[in-house]
């Protein structure tokens, strides 16, 4: 009997697969919703910008001057209407065509400083000794070049003077350097920095960048988070994507800011999805539209006139009736009687009960949900993004935190606002006057140190 070829060969025991470790609950919002990295915060990467239809115009007038044109043009649009994400795509035009190009941006925690403007102009980094007639004068020397500076509003004083001095020298034959200047309000409007209105002055044309739409910002929403990782079907739900485009008011910033607390929110909730219920306890409920006046039938309108046609024939009857009393002479003929007495308005009028609503108290976030916007708010805020920490730290507030509306206070205090932001010392004492209320005894002390406070009700 043959043995089989196959007896004496030794076989190895399959090895049991190892066993996943458990990697425990979420972290934060990218663990809960699987997203490589934070969509809507941090630098825009390259490839990330969408040319819209709202803002197409806007953007190839730009590439035309800075590839064609010289001389100055500005760009200005609302906050959060794109403009930074705009210059960056122009820049990138430019550098495909071979130019070479300059770019002036504010830096996440901070405003761009003279010597960082004089050592990009210079070309050389970390100039120190860089005077500016010799940065101007590099700027101005062959090879053609192109500057784009953001935010020209929020620059010190000394950087809008060196850009004013570099606009009075700038040739008018063409060919010369293009410049783009880019700010969120009217240059000329600013009566406290005479420098700016000056460059506003030497600008061959403005190109204003409008909002954008309800679908495009629904699809700046999804190629978002298409580039971290996630979709919205899978993470944001209809009702919710709604309420993030009307709250938006067509503004890729403002959207960012919407986005991050609502993530944010999703995470402190365990929502495993965006819902409108999780966008409203981000943001807060919205404030209630007016109520459009009835209009009235043309009925109801010649009644109207009527009835006014009549008073007005009684009022003139009455008014006769009395001079003619007064130069006659004739005294009053009604009998005499006990005057009724007057009734005061405060017996006329209802129990204020009655006649206005009870104020409506504070909606009750989990613990969770506030230490998350708070966490949220710090990062915000170290990052230099004022106008999302505020944001975050306003709904912990409304919902009673007082270390929340103290932190708000900070924001607008002169003695802690951060460089590019503007104090306002009746913000801060309003939120200060908030936080003592709620019960922060420190707010107490921030208070009397923040002075008196201003007209100034920048929010």
Not at 307 to 326: D, E, H, K, W
Not at 389 to 394: I, T, V
């Amino acid at each position: 009997m043959r043995r089989p070829s196959n007896l004496m060969k030794s076989t190895t025991a399959p090895v049991a697969a190892p066993e996943t470790a458990d990697p425990g609950p979420p972290k934060n919002y990218l663990d809960l919703y699987g997203l490589s990295k934070p969509p809507f915060s941090g630098p825009r990467e390259r490839g990330s910008y969408i040319l819209f239809n709202s803002q197409r115009r806007g953007f190839e007038l730009l590439v035309e001057h800075v590839v064609n044109g010289s001389g100055i043009v500005l760009l200005q649009g609302e906050e959060g209407a794109g403009k930074t994400e705009t210059l960056g795509a122009v820049a990138n035009a430019a550098a495909e065509a071979g130019l070479r190009t300059i770019v002036l941006s504010r830096p996440a925690n901070g405003r761009v400083t003279l010597v960082q403007m004089l050592s990009a102009l210079r070309g050389q980094p970390n100039a120190n000794e860089v005077t500016v007639d010799d940065a101007i004068a590099h700027f101005l020397a062959p090879p053609r070049k192109t500057l784009l500076a953001d935010d020209i509003d929020l620059m010190p004083a000394d950087c809008g003077r060196l850009l004013l001095s570099l606009a009075q020298r700038l040739p008018d034959a063409p060919g010369g350097p293009a410049i783009v200047l880019s700010s969120s309000t009217g240059l000329t409007a600013e009566p406290k920095r005479p420098e700016l209105s000056q460059l506003a002055g030497f600008a061959r044309d403005t190109i204003r960048l409008p909002k954008l739409g309800s679908g495009e910002i629904q699809q700046y929403i999804e190629r978002s988070l298409w580039i971290a990782g996630g979709t919205t079907r899978r993470l944001i739900a209809p009702d919710a994507m709604k309420l993030l485009i009307i709250r938006s008011g067509g503004a890729p910033g403002i959207t960012n800011r919407l986005m991050e607390a609502a993530l944010t929110a999703g995470f402190a909730r365990g929502d495993p999805m965006i819902t409108a219920k999780t966008v409203t306890a981000a943001m807060g409920p919205a404030a209630p539209r007016p109520r459009p006046r009835p209009r009235t039938s043309e009925s109801s309108g010649t009644a109207g006139r009527a009835i006014q046609i009549v008073s007005i024939a009684l009022l003139l009857l009455g008014t006769a009736v009395f001079l003619y009393r007064g130069l006659t002479g004739q005294p009053d003929r009604r009998p005499a009687g006990p005057a009724k007495p007057i009734a005061s308005a405060t017996s006329q009028a209802p129990p204020l009960a009655e006649r206005s609503p009870a104020a409506k108290p504070a909606e009750n976030l989990s613990p969770e949900l506030v230490a998350a916007l708070m966490t949220r708010g710090d990062q915000s805020l170290g990052l230099g993004d004022i106008a999302a920490a505020r944001l975050l730290y306003q709904r912990a507030a409304q919902a009673g935190n007082a270390s929340a509306a103290t932190a708000l206070g900070k924001t607008y205090d002169p003695n802690f606002a951060a460089p590019g932001s503007k104090p306002s010392p009746a913000r801060a004492t309003e939120w200060y006057q908030k936080a003592i209320t709620l019960g922060d005894a420190q707010a107490a002390d921030l208070l009397r140190r923040v002075g008196p406070p201003n007209s100034d009700k920048t929010r």
